[in-house]
């Protein structure tokens, strides 16, 4: 284990992190809010600890998939441990656990909240801005953001980082360098977040603009409303709803397209993921309308279940209205929605549209084996064999997606919520999605679960948004012996 590249590296993911907070620190003093200094405050403790872990020679600047994934898991906790202070320092989440678990949420772009609707609107402007911040600096993730402009570790070997901190099941370099992937991937994400403030700030102010484009373009879905998005106009919420499903998708498609190469960006997994899309649409469409007791009409009944469906399947947590009062066919569907996910190497949660695609191959490939068991057929995807590894790799985490499930679901279930509640509730935590139903739905939040819950459910977070495997890294012996 080299835990002298780990050290200087976590030294620097403070440093970043700091200046980070120059983005609230200025919201503050534009709105003079006194809360400003619980930034400051925070900025210097960042400096200075980050400067420690940086003092020191690397003697080896080689970093492998073990050092990748102790510093990916290793960054993402110190930066939320961290990330929760100016919560602290201004008094307006008092308590750590809170606050750690709203910066949890927001980093790992989740989105749930142990904030009511009126304690949010009366949030100073420099913590919503932070609380949406969050989820742009996790969306895309910080060790991306950083390749892009700081050499960490010598060589190819940058690729470790990049592939333990990225969602999905493979990830591969758009260019020859690996800084250069990096910073194609931050300049997609950087124009569309723009281009949708763009379109927004024509019917909304532009805090408003900035703070939903951000939580949008990481999939986080921390409103600055307590009603989320249901008081803007119907043009804000078709724009964002539009925004919340392009980035669910890959974005090497964008790269792609930027390139003119359109056939190969049409990979099975987009038309997959938006095939998904129109058909959720369409039945809780139809559902709400043959539902007597809902009342909705035609136009009304698609414009909320495609902003749901969108907001589900992109695992943002917008809501324009609370969907736990809908028939249980349509409840049923954003459920399942939340498992789905977005496509892989998007901002998206949940368990991603290709491990689905490959789930149902793999299973129509052994029963083929059953029936014919001489007969040899690989698994492909886009003209493409998939590799064995990846076919394991995939179920391996299939297998520990479902151990950790099941653990979480049995450690919450003490405190004696309904099953509705804790199930969806872990599920809009581990796939980060942010709410749920029943009482963790669009109206209500995750304050009355205990600090031993919050716990469960921080963890649950960071192995979602970091694709399980460097968490768990974390707790095996075999990490830290030489």
């Not at 003093?29 to 403790?45: G, P, R």
């Not at 129509?364 to 493409?384: C, F, G, S, Y």
């Not at 199930?423 to 995750?446: E, H, Q």
């Amino acid at each position: 284990m080299n835990f002298a590249i780990i050290k200087r590296t976590l030294g620097w993911i403070l440093i970043f992190e700091a200046l980070f907070f120059v983005l609230p620190i200025i919201t503050g003093l534009i709105y003079q809010e006194t809360q400003t200094w619980a930034f400051v405050w925070t900025v210097l403790i960042c400096l200075g600890v980050g400067s420690l872990l940086v003092i020191g020679k690397v003697k080896n600047p080689a970093l492998y998939a073990k050092e990748g994934f102790v510093i990916v898991a290793g960054s993402w906790i110190l930066m939320s441990l961290f990330g929760a202070l100016p919560f602290v320092f201004s008094g307006e989440i008092p308590s750590y656990v809170d606050a750690l678990f709203e910066t949890v949420s927001g980093f790992t772009t989740t989105g749930s909240s142990i904030l009511s609707g009126e304690q949010i609107e009366n949030m100073s402007k420099c913590l919503l801005m932070w609380r949406s911040f969050t989820h742009w600096i996790g969306g895309m993730g910080v060790l991306v953001f950083i390749l892009a402009f700081l050499p960490l570790c010598g060589g190819g070997n940058n690729i470790n980082l990049l592939r333990a901190e990225s969602p999905g099941p493979s990830v591969s370099k758009l260019l020859p360098k690996m800084r250069s992937t990096a910073g194609v991937l931050y300049i997609i994400y950087a124009m569309l977040t723009v281009i949708q403030v763009i379109f927004l700030v024509f019917d909304m102010p532009l805090f408003d603009a900035i703070t939903t484009s951000f939580a949008t373009a990481g999939t986080g879905g921390f409103g600055i409303r307590a009603d989320s998005c249901a008081s803007y106009s119907v043009y804000s919420q078709i724009v964002v709803t539009v925004f919340m499903v392009l980035f669910s998708i890959n974005f090497t498609s964008f790269f792609l397209v930027i390139r003119g190469r359109f056939k190969e960006a049409w990979t099975a997994e987009v038309r997959a993921f938006l095939t998904i899309v129109i058909v959720a649409i369409t039945l809780i469409s139809i559902n709400l309308c043959l539902t007597p007791i809902m009342n909705y009409g035609v136009g009304t009944a698609i414009k909320d279940s495609a902003f749901s469906v969108a907001s589900i399947i992109s695992t943002t947590g917008f809501a324009v209205t609370d969907f736990n009062t809908w028939p249980a066919f349509s409840k049923t569907i954003l459920v399942l929605l939340m498992f789905v996910g977005a496509c892989a190497g998007s901002t998206g949660g949940g368990l991603k549209v290709s491990r689905w695609i490959i789930f149902c191959k793999g299973a129509n490939a052994e029963m083929r084996h059953v029936l014919h068991p001489k007969q040899v057929k690989k698994i492909t995807m886009d003209n493409r064999v998939v590799e064995h590894e990846v076919v394991r790799g995939v179920n391996g985490y299939l297998s520990a997606y479902i151990l950790i499930f099941l653990a979480s679901l049995l450690l919450i279930s003490i405190e004696g919520h309904d099953l509705i509640t804790n199930f969806t509730a872990l599920a809009a935590t581990i796939n980060n999605v942010g709410p749920g139903l029943n009482l963790v739905g669009p109206s209500g939040n995750f304050s009355f679960f205990g600090d031993f819950s919050k716990i469960v459910f921080v963890f649950d977070m960071l192995v979602g948004r970091l694709e399980i495997f460097p968490m768990l890294v974390l707790f095996s012996p075999s990490t830290w012996k030489k």
